[in-house]
């Protein structure tokens, strides 16, 4: 337990979270959460204030959050949840009022509730959709925006839950606690000044602050000589103090760092105004690994000593880049269009988002060494992949980590190539580069690797298990992008191929179409060509209309049989010269009726067997095989009966010259609405006067 005095100084002196915690950059952190796994969040004080929300649920904000009654309710949830947090629970799961899931820790900064931790808005298992269409009714809303909100709210296990709950908590604790420690530190060093020279003075109470900083602390000289470490500053960079004092400040910078740290160091001592006080950088540790982290300096008044606090952020900033790197590569499968492109644009962002050095993706060959064939990278390859070789089958060169997870399904890490014996057949490619470790994430199909994601770092022991987890989900997410993009490319192949074979289908069909018409032009010379040239006037009616291709496709195959029927009437009949008998005329008027029988059982994509029976049908009922009128003839009917009117009218027949085309333009018009649908006409109309269509 704190004692009094400190429990004081939290909940009166620091009673602000903005004053603890980088809200900016927590809140980015916390959004990308949100991105890679649709929870909502926030962090509310114990006053109430929400410092961070993202990714809230339209089904609370359009809806909950807006009626009087259901806001009502939230408000009372939202008040339960938090009471059973003041009673030292460690989760807070409720059902809320309006029937939505939601669940918070408490924030303990230095052994001090401050603020508690939320994620909703979801449920545990599929939502009882009567209740929410019940609700729905109940308070007025739009059923069906309601509905199409709730379909939004994603269902989790209760074991999920609590780790991310159990996660981000911790991290914002973690990074919480690291502040308040600075703000100790000043508030510290500024009751040293208003204490006066003499307190300053006391070498042993200075000792004692300067070691109770709780980070990394150094006295650096106007020359950046050091001259003082406390024992955090030792544990971080793992060495003793002798082996720290006396050496320049810039001996523990990384060289692309070294300028802009000298031109702050002396520039502060010139103008303090001008250069920052608080500002990320990197310190190198004993083994050569980089710390990352923030650094604060401040001048000690009345002297030109500086001293500089560095708060390690580099598990931090792990997580964040890893968090990073899945979220880029979740939005890259909602664009990528093929798999190739998915490959391609996943290495890219793992490195150009995650701050990586190289990553590429394998996939194991179906040879006989099975050997892997590296499909896409990104990063400083260098020729690198050219060299790789890698063969699961050879003894040596197939048991390294790429190997290693393809075979074992598992991730590979290997923290330092120069310590990992596995590695030897690539140690020497790899640290010319400056490759110095790795991380290989197996991709799964029916618990069988068919290729690996290798992520490599110019730096040791880069992967924590934090890290490692993300990376691993990340890796789960791109295989289950390549497997819809393989579905759908099998989807759309099998399409294709089915396309292909109807295409094939069609043509064949075609070809026995023309060469049933033409077995009726060989018995009817005088007609010859009519049932063409009928189809060719039908379809540029219907093109005129408007049409669809497959419709006009189906009025084409019509118009090249509509006469077919005729195959039963005697050639005498068809070739008589002169006027028909009575019984002649019948006999002809019953080849609808015989084509329809012809063809009726031909499997057509199109009614062309009842477009044959009623191409003789009139608007008005007077027409035949059935009499039909108006709107109960097929508009391919009607389209047929015109053409095959204006060409029977302009073509020669045994038993009537040709009129011209003249006279069959007339008898459209004077017969439009009365025999002939009246679009029809105006169609074919348009194409003979205004578009010079012939006959042919």
Known sequence: MLAESELKYHSEDIIDLKEILDIEKLSSLLEQLYSATGLANSIVDLKGNIMHKAG?????????????????????????????????????????????VDAANPIIIDGVHVANFFIGQFFFETPDKDFFIKQAE???????????????????????????????????????EAALKTIKQ??????????????????????????????????????????????????????????????????????????????????RRVNPAAVPRKYQTRLIDWQGKYKDGLLAVDIIPGTTKSVATFIDFTVFNRIDRALKATNAVNMAMLRAENEEELLRIVCQKVVEVGGYCLAWIGYVQADQQQTLQPIAYAGKDNGYLAKLDIALQDPKRGRGPTGTAIRTGQLAVSRDFKKDDTFKPWLKDALRRGFKSSIVLPLM??????????????ETDQFDSDEEKLLTEMAGDLTYGIMSLRAHIDKNQTAQELEKSLEKMRRILMQAVASLGATLDTRDPYTAGHQRRVGELATAIAEEMGFSKDQIEGISVAGNLHDIGKINVPSEILNKPGKLSDIEVALIKTHPQAGYEIVKDIEFPWPVGEVILQHHERMNGSGYIRGLAGEDILMEARIMGVADVVEAMA?????????????????????????????VVDACLKLFKEQSFKLE
């Open 651 to 679: 073509s020669h027949r045994p038993y009537q010259p040709a009129l011209g085309i003249d006279k069959a333009l007339e008898e459209i018009s004077q017969n439009r609405g009365i025999l002939y649908d009246p679009d």
């Open 56 to 100: 809230w649920q339209s089904i609370c904000t359009e809806f909950h959050r807006k009626h009087p009654i259901s806001s009502q309710r939230c408000l009372e949830s939202d008040t339960i949840l938090a009471n059973k947090l003041k009673e030292k629970e460690k989760y807070s799961i409720y059902i809320c009022h309006n029937g939505m």
């Open 186 to 267: 000043k508030k510290q060093a500024a009751e040293l000044v208003i204490a006066g020279k003499e307190l300053l003075a006391s070498e042993n109470y200075y000792r004692t602050i300067f070691e109770d900083t709780g980070a990394a602390t150094m006295i650096i000289e106007e020359d950046m000589t050091i001259t003082m470490v406390n024992e955090e500053c030792q544990r971080l960079l793992g060495y003793a103090k002798e082996d720290l004092i006396g050496k320049k400040w810039t001996d523990f910078i990384p060289g692309d760092l070294v300028e802009n740290t000298n031109e702050y160091h002396h520039t």
């Open 138 to 176: 109940e308070l007025g809303f739009d059923k069906d925006k309601y509905m199409q909100a709730l379909e939004e709210c994603r269902v989790y296990d209760k074991e999920t839950i609590f780790r991310f709950l159990d996660f981000f908590s911790g991290l914002i604790e973690m990074v919480g």
């Open 445 to 458: 199909d029916d618990n069988k690797a068919f290729g690996a994601l290798s992520i490599y770092s110019t």
